[in-house]
T-cell receptor, first 116, second 114 residues
Framework: GNSVTQMEGPVTLSEEAFLTINCTYTATGYPSLFWYVQYPGEGLQLLLKATKADDKGSNKGFEATYRKETTSFHLEKGSVQVSDSAVYFCALSGSLGSGNTGKLIFGQGTTLQVKP | SQTIHQWPATLVQPVGSPLSLECTVEGTSNPNLYWYRQAAGRGLQLLFYSVGIGQISSEVPQNLSASRPQDRQFILSSKKLLLSDSGFYLC?????????????FGPGTRLTVT
């Protein structure tokens, strides 16, 4: 079945450091891929998405490229800020015909802590 | 614009007591609705989803039930809470009449069963 695997955290970085959070997936067909962010005590917010191979999603300085050949969707940011401290979730949606359309499958989440 | 509300924001209930959490969506019609649970330090587990009024699909067997009495209202219930029901409950919606997949989440309800 479909699944998402994220690197385990926590990830601790200094402000202005480069961020990579790895995400790989297993899926049938051609799912859409997402990154969500959860700030402490809040719900999840959609950060970015990509709907087909080689698409690059980007938002707020974060970006991720849909790599079908490596089944990956790694999240990157060139210079993190303290305000980026949060839990980041990678997710995929079921593709047409898979019976899972509309459902999201989430990774376990990666906690990012950015220190000043 | 669309907004999603959940209440209460926090809840402390004794074991064996009933539960009712409510979720409402504004600014859209015929949304798909979802209930997730997030245990402490863990990922999200999909509990229920609904594609229309009165249509509920359960993803995992459990002590909880869901209902959708109105198009934009989704309720999570239990007759008798267990300690293991503690967690952060998130409601989400997605557009029901397109193939757009992204889901939009409410602020969540923190449930502590004592």
């Amino acid at each position: 079945g479909n699944s998402v695997t994220q690197m385990e955290g926590p990830v601790t970085l200094s402000e202005e450091a480069f961020l990579t959070i790895n995400c790989t997936y297993t899926a049938t067909g051609y799912p859409s891929l997402f990154w969500y962010v959860q700030y402490p005590g809040e719900g999840l917010q959609l950060l970015l998405k990509a709907t087909k191979a080689d698409d690059k999603g980007s938002n707020k300085g974060f970006e991720a490229t849909y790599r079908k050949e490596t089944t990956s969707f790694h999240l990157e940011k060139g210079s993190v800020q303290v305000s980026d401290s949060a839990v980041y979730f990678c997710a995929l949606s079921g593709s047409l015909g898979s019976g899972n359309t509309g459902k999201l499958i989430f990774g376990q989440g990666t906690t990012l802590q950015v220190k000043p | 614009s669309q907004t999603i509300h959940q209440w209460p924001a926090t809840l402390v209930q004794p074991v064996g007591s009933p539960l009712s959490l409510e979720c409402t969506v504004e600014g859209t019609s015929n949304p798909n609705l979802y209930w997730y649970r997030q245990a402490a330090g863990r990922g999200l587990q999909l509990l229920f989803y609904s594609v229309g009024i009165g249509q509920i699909s359960s993803e995992v067997p459990q002590n909880l039930s869901a209902s959708r009495p109105q198009d934009r209202q989704f309720i999570l219930s239990s007759k008798k809470l267990l300690l293991s029901d503690s967690g952060f409950y998130l409601c989400a919606w997605s557009q029901g009449d397109t193939m757009t997949d992204e889901q939009y989440f409410g602020p969540g309800t923190r449930l502590t069963v004592t």
